[in-house]
C-alpha cells in the first residue's frame, strides 16, 4: 500500500518533468560564477523578492546561517520567537558557527506582534549588554501552523527597523504559500527586509536548493561565507534547473494544497473540534493540538500501520502538511483513517 505522506511538503520527489529540465541544463562551474542556469535563477529570484542579488544555496538552513551573519556581527543577538525554525531546528548553528546569541519572544500561532519585538530589542546596548543587531521573521510560520504574516506588522517593523537601525532577515522558507495564500505579492514582503531565504525544496517540490537574497553587496559576502562553509559548488545547474521548473509550474499549484489541508482540518474538526480549528489553517500544515486526548506518538503509529504518515512535535502534538505528492484521494484516505483513529 502507498503511503500518504504528510510529514512534510519535504518528501516530495522530482516530477518527470522536472527531472527532463534537469538533465537538459546548461551548466558550468559555479565558483567561477560560471554556470548559466544557476545564474539566471538566482537573478530571477532576486528580483521576484524585491532584491538585488540572489546566492544559490543547498538548503534553507544555509541561506539563514549567512543572511544572519551578514546582518549580525559575532557576540551580538538576533531576536526570533521562540519556535522559528532559526532556534529550533537549525542546531545551534547561528551560535555555534557565526557567534550569534538569540533571545526569544514568544508568539501565539507564530504570528508577530511588532510591539513585542520593539520592547524586547536592545539596539545599543553597550557596552555591559549585548546589542540587537537583527530580528528574524518566519512567513509562513512552520511550528506556528503555517500561518501567513500579517503584512501590516511587517510594514511597522521595518519603519521600526529603518529608525533603529536594527536589520530584519526573512525565513521564507515557505513564503510561496504566503504569497499565494493572500496574493501579496513578493516582493512586497521580501522587500522589507535586509536580507531573505525562500527554499524551493518544500512546496515548490525541488529535490534540493535555497536562495538568498539581498543587496549585491551583501551577496557577494554570502559567496565568500558559503565558500568557507565548505558550500562552494561546481556545475550545480541541475540542481537550479529543478528550481526553475518549479517556478514555473509549482507556484500557483500551492492553493490546491492549501484547500486540500482545510478540507483535512475541517473533517477532523468535524469529530474532534479540541483538537483542531480549521480556520487557522492559512496554508499547507495543520497542527493538531492532542494533549487532551491520545498522545502524538501513539497517533503516528496507528496512522502509520494503516498508511498515513504522520509528524510528532512533541508529546502531544502533530503536524499534518500537505504537498505536490498527495492528491485528493490521498486526502480522502487521511480522512478515513485520522477520523477514525481521532473519532471519540
Ligand atoms: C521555516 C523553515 N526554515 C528553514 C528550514 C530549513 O530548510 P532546510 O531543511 O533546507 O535546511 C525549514 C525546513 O523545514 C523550515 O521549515
Not at 504569497?179 to 515548490?204: N, P, R
Request: aromatic residues 2%; glycine residues 12%; proline residues 5%.
Amino acid at each position: 500500500m502507498d503511503v500518504v505522506d504528510l510529514r512534510s511538503d519535504t518528501v516530495t520527489r522530482p516530477t518527470p518533468g522536472m527531472r527532463s529540465a534537469m538533465a537538459d541544463a546548461p551548466v558550468g562551474d559555479d565558483v567561477y560564477g560560471e554556470d548559466p542556469t544557476v545564474n539566471a535563477l538566482q537573478a530571477r529570484v532576486a528580483q521576484l523578492l524585491g532584491h538585488e542579488a540572489g546566492l544559490f544555496v543547498p538548503t534553507g538552513s544555509l541561506g539563514n546561517l549567512l543572511g544572519v551573519r551578514l546582518l549580525v556581527p559575532p557576540g551580538a543577538e538576533a531576536l526570533c520567537d521562540d519556535r522559528a525554525h532559526i532556534v529550533r531546528a537549525e542546531l545551534g548553528a547561528h551560535a555555534a558557527l557565526g557567534g550569534v546569541t538569540t533571545r526569544t519572544w514568544s508568539a501565539p500561532r507564530g504570528l508577530l506582534d511588532p510591539a513585542t519585538v520593539m520592547a524586547l530589542a536592545a539596539p545599543d546596548a553597550g557596552p555591559y549588554l549585548v546589542s540587537t543587531a537583527a530580528v528574524v521573521v518566519e512567513d509562513t510560520h512552520n511550528f506556528g501552523g503555517g500561518t501567513v504574516q500579517d503584512l501590516a506588522a511587517l510594514r511597522a517593523l521595518r519603519t521600526w527597523a529603518d529608525a533603529t537601525g536594527v536589520g530584519l532577515h526573512l525565513d521564507g522558507a515557505r513564503l510561496w504559500n504566503a504569497h499565494v495564500a493572500t496574493g501579496v505579492g513578493l516582493a512586497e514582503i521580501g522587500g522589507l527586509f535586509d536580507t531573505a531565504t525562500v527554499c524551493l525544496s518544500k512546496g515548490l517540490g525541488a529535490p534540493v536548493g535555497s536562495v538568498l537574497v539581498s543587496s549585491a553587496e551583501r551577496i557577494a559576502q554570502a559567496r565568500v561565507l558559503r565558500k568557507r562553509q565548505g558550500a562552494g559548488m561546481r556545475q550545480v545547474g541541475i540542481l537550479a534547473a529543478a528550481g526553475q521548473y518549479a517556478l514555473d509550474h509549482h507556484v500557483q499549484r500551492l492553493g490546491a494544497d492549501h484547500a486540500r489541508a482545510r478540507r483535512l482540518a475541517t473533517a477532523i474538526a468535524d469529530v474532534r473540534p479540541d483538537v483542531v480549528d480549521p480556520g487557522t489553517v492559512d496554508t499547507n500544515i495543520v497542527v493538531l493540538d492532542l494533549a487532551a486526548g491520545p498522545l502524538a506518538p501513539g497517533l503516528a503509529d496507528a496512522a502509520r500501520e494503516r498508511g498515513v504518515a504522520v509528524s510528532v512535535l512533541g508529546t502531544g502534538t502533530a503536524r499534518l502538511v500537505t504537498h505536490l505528492d498527495v492528491d485528493d484521494d490521498g486526502i480522502d484516505r487521511a480522512i478515513e483513517v485520522l477520523v477514525r483513529l481521532l473519532a471519540r
